[in-house]
């Protein structure tokens, strides 16, 4: 199992950046691949990016590919989401998540940490 705590969100210009941190507690931090989500009121949870277990392959959705950047340092049981050229359509609670390598589903979620993109 593993705990999820995230950071680094807050309040930037359009065109600004931010790098949101994803801290990991538990055993076993490099066996999960970590995703990156968003979601504003009314909306699904959107993924935006998933990096694999070593941190050698990430993937992103076409709307931030880019301009997000998804990292993993597993010495320090962290990842990260670095957000670069922010819009206001950018705005949205975000979400840290953990997959088990061989595993489907994101089981463990962190408590979100908020994003506002201002023009």
């Known amino acids: 199992q593993v705990q999820l705590v995230e950071s680094g969100g807050g309040l930037v210009q359009a065109g600004g950046s931010l790098r949101l941190s994803c801290a990991a507690s538990g055993r076993a931090f490099s066996s999960y691949f970590i995703g990156w989500f968003r979601q504003t009121p009314g909306k699904e949870r959107e993924l935006l990016g998933t990096?694999?277990?070593?941190?050698?392959?990430?993937d992103y959705v076409e709307s931030v590919k880019g301009r997000f950047t998804v990292s993993r340092d597993n010495s320090k049981n962290t990842a990260y989401l670095q957000m670069n050229s922010l819009k206001p359509e950018d705005t949205a609670v975000y979400y840290c998540a953990a997959r088990w390598y061989s595993g489907r589903e994101y089981e463990f979620w962190g408590q979100g940490t908020q994003v506002t993109v201002t023009s």
């Open positions: 990096i694999s277990t070593g941190g050698g392959n990430a």
